[in-house]
């Protein structure tokens, strides 16, 4: 009797291998791992020191929001405004600290400013019941304009007294020799996946991408966790801003234009289902390394930059076409 | 009153009781001075053709709606239920006809959602899988099912996924199960086991009230049924006394009342 019921407890439908073969995380990493193969046979370029250095640190920006991304989407949500919400932290920490502040006071500003804008967003969407397309598109405007008037559309390179330390922050190589943003990535990423995988928000999160009107049901607090999760999305893109900051060294009104699309980009190639109910932390960041293997690989082999945005949405058509394929054999 | 004649001769209190319960809404009456007692252990089907008033008494009884006039007693002392949370936490479970599961999460996670096993200190908690899967390994067993905590919903039958929704029953302590239209859309050899299920709860001394248009399913089952017209409770008879021609007869009024 125990003994059955032990069985029963440990029983799977497939095996981890079968799980494995059927993930698409597992396959875009491959594909990740055969192009980086491939280039660095075909190129002298590719496997230098430097240009691993760039590929790493130059995915962790699109990585770190992907991750809150992969959140809003398994809640079936979208936000289209974490671009603009990048810009406008970035340019409130360069203003705050520009008029003389400390560092700590320009992040803890900027941190705010995005928290605030993802919880005007998580409102709307929750307790309004706008559709969140329309409410983060507004945001996307709203956002990048009130980063044009913080600044008065300038571009801000001088940080005041603690220049050196934000510098330092987004440049810097604390540990090992690792980038900062990667390391910053890698944490964010273990955080992400805890809270997914071990946390009663991170199953509420898959229970109200699942069947939203079922959680209600079941005394799962909807709206709260709808609010939280935008607001997540946008803090993920504040410390983005953050750590951009510092890496570049200045702040213009028009970074991020358009990286929201690379982010969905991102987790829906890791596996995130636009639909809800399905995504990890880990396909986020792996999403993100086929983007920038795809966009480093077409300039050190010399084929024209316009090619990126082909080669970067056949990347994504093929990435959803696997995953019907592999559910339509699953339902067969 | 509180009292209900029960087999054998013997008499038992009543787990629910309902004295002269009205609803109106506007002018409307949807149910028009019901009276009737439930059992420990008993299944009763609650039948009725559309707008008899049969769903507006479940949301009573759930919680859901507030009685405009009469009372309602539980084990004999009188409750007023204002939210279905509370009804809940006075033993009365439902489950809803589209059995509100998530298809991408386990069986396990069904069971538990909204009520997750959680092990940490302070506000620092993560989610005892552990726990979970042997606490809901354990329900299926006891409704002898083959549901298996680890499955995903998505890839269940239509007998399996109400197993689901029953185990979320047997986390508290529920002594009345309300079920709408358990049987309604899914195929004859997975009715054979929901009514099984139907059974289980049975013997474990819960009351079942089974909301059904079909009438073998309650046949097979139901110990009593109760047939609701018009807003009005036309007849409260034992199965056994009953024939599938009478309960039609009742229900489409062919026959006045018994």
């Known amino acids: ?332 | 009153m509180g009292l209900a004649a029960g087999g054998e001769g013997w008499l038992r209190l009543a787990v629910l009781e309902l004295r002269h319960i009205s609803k109106h809404f506007g002018a409307i009456e949807a149910v028009k001075d019901v009276s009737f007692s439930l059992e420990a252990g008993e299944v009763i089907g609650l039948m009725g053709d559309n707008g008899a008033g049969k769903s507006t008494l479940v949301k009573m009884i759930a919680g859901n709606f507030r009685p405009s006039s009469g009372t309602m007693l539980m084990d004999g002392a009188e409750v007023v239920l204002h939210r279905p949370l509370e009804a809940r936490r006075h033993g009365i479970e439902i489950v809803h006809q589209d059995l509100a599961l998530c298809n991408n999460l386990t069986a396990a996670a069904n069971v538990f959602l909204g009520r997750e096993l959680k092990m940490g200190v302070g506000p620092f908690k993560i989610l005892d899988y552990k726990a979970m899967y042997r606490r809901a390994a354990e329900i299926f067993t006891e409704l002898k099912s083959e549901t298996r905590p680890r499955d995903l919903v998505k890839r269940m039958s239509g007998g399996q996924r109400q197993a689901v929704a029953i185990a979320r029953t047997r986390l508290s302590d529920a002594k009345i199960v309300l079920m709408d239209e358990p049987t309604a859309a899914i195929s004859v050899r997975q009715v054979a086991e929901v009514l099984n299920l139907i059974r289980r709860l049975r013997d474990q001394g819960i009351t079942v009230v089974l909301i059904s248009h079909r009438m073998p399913d309650l046949f097979a089952v139901a110990d009593r049924v109760i047939v609701m017209r018009r807003g009005t409770k036309v007849a409260d008879r034992k199965i056994a006394d009953s024939s599938a021609e009478e309960v039609t007869g009742l229900i489409t009024g062919a026959i006045e009342t018994v």
Request: glycine share 12%.
């Open chain 1, 1 to 332: 009797m125990s003994n059955s019921l032990s069985e029963a407890i440990d029983k799977r439908q497939q095996s981890w291998r079968s799980g494995l073969l059927g993930s698409q995380t597992f396959w875009v990493f491959i594909a990740v791992i055969t192009a980086s193969l491939a280039l660095s046979m075909a190129t002298d370029s590719f496997a230098t020191s430097k240009n691993l250095y760039n590929i790493t640190r130059n995915v962790t920006f699109v990585a770190i929001i992907a991750l809150g991304m992969t959140m809003v989407i398994i809640t079936g949500g979208i936000d289209l405004s974490v671009g603009s919400v990048l810009c406008l932290s970035s340019m409130v920490l360069a203003v705050t600290m520009h008029a003389g502040y400390s560092i700590e006071v320009g992040i803890l500003s900027a941190v705010a400013t995005a928290l605030i804008v993802g919880a005007v967003n998580g409102a709307l969407i929750a307790y309004v019941g706008l559709p969140p397309f329309v409410v983060t598109l507004g945001m996307l405007s709203i956002a990048r304009s009130l980063a044009m008037v913080a600044s008065g559309n300038t571009v801000v390179f001088e940080f005041g007294p603690d220049h050196a330390k934000l510098l330092d922050l987004g440049g810097g190589a604390w540990l090992f020799g690792i980038a900062n943003p990667v390391v910053f990535m890698i944490i964010l990423a273990l955080i992400t996946g805890f809270v997914l995988r071990n946390t009663q928000f991170g199953r509420y999160l898959f229970a109200i991408g699942g069947n939203e009107h079922a959680a209600t049901t079941t005394g799962v607090p909807v709206r709260v966790i709808k609010v939280a999760v935008y607001m997540i999305s946008a803090l993920s893109a504040g410390i983005a801003g953050i750590i951009q900051t510092g890496w570049l060294g200045a702040v213009t009104t028009n970074i991020g234009a358009g990286m929201e699309l690379q982010v969905i980009a991102a987790a829906v190639i890791g596996g995130a289902n636009l639909a809800g109910g399905g995504g990890t932390a880990l396909g986020a960041i792996i999403g993100a390394m086929l983007i920038e293997v795809i966009r480093n690989s077409l300039g050190l082999l010399g084929i024209n930059a316009f090619w990126q945005g082909a080669f970067i949405g056949g990347a994504i058509l093929f990435a959803v076409l696997f995953d019907r394929l592999a559910n339509f054999r699953r339902s067969d």
